[in-house]
């Protein structure tokens, strides 16, 4: 089994910063894609960015510019570094990650509990 633990959230000013951790665990082989996705009350869940086994990163441009994504290929972590944070940027926080349990077999997705950030004055 594989468990995604994710950290970091919290209620923050407009401006303001936060860093999300997503720590996967468990029976891991390998870990293709990592992402963070987001889904605010009302809204269906989006895609806010992704980091390759490669190291290539993808936002959505609603990000770009203020989110940062990277990974600790040692530690099976993920984060998310946000800076300019806007009202809008209100939501939960889930970590997804690609995972191949064993060294030959399927890969499979998984996905954390979710994190709250709140962005208010």
């Known amino acids: 089994q594989v468990q995604l633990v994710e950290s970091g959230g919290g209620l923050v000013q407009p401006g303001g910063s936060l860093r999300l951790s997503c720590a996967a665990s468990?029976?891991?082989?390998?870990?293709?894609?990592m992402s963070w996705y987001r889904q605010a009350p009302g809204k269906q869940r989006e895609l806010v960015a992704t980091?390759?086994?490669?190291?290539?990163?993808n936002y959505a441009d609603s990000v770009k510019g203020r989110f940062t994504i990277s990974r600790d290929y040692a530690k099976n972590t993920v984060y998310l570094q946000m800076n300019s944070l806007k009202p809008e940027d209100t939501a939960v926080y889930y970590c997804?990650?690609?995972?191949?349990?064993?060294?030959?077999?399927?890969?499979?997705?998984?996905w954390g509990q979710g994190t709250q950030v709140t962005v208010s004055s």
């Open positions: 980091i390759t086994s490669g190291g290539y990163r």
């Open positions: 997804n990650a690609q995972v191949q349990p064993q060294r030959v077999g399927k890969q499979y997705d998984y």
């Open positions: 468990g029976s891991i082989f390998s870990i293709a894609d």
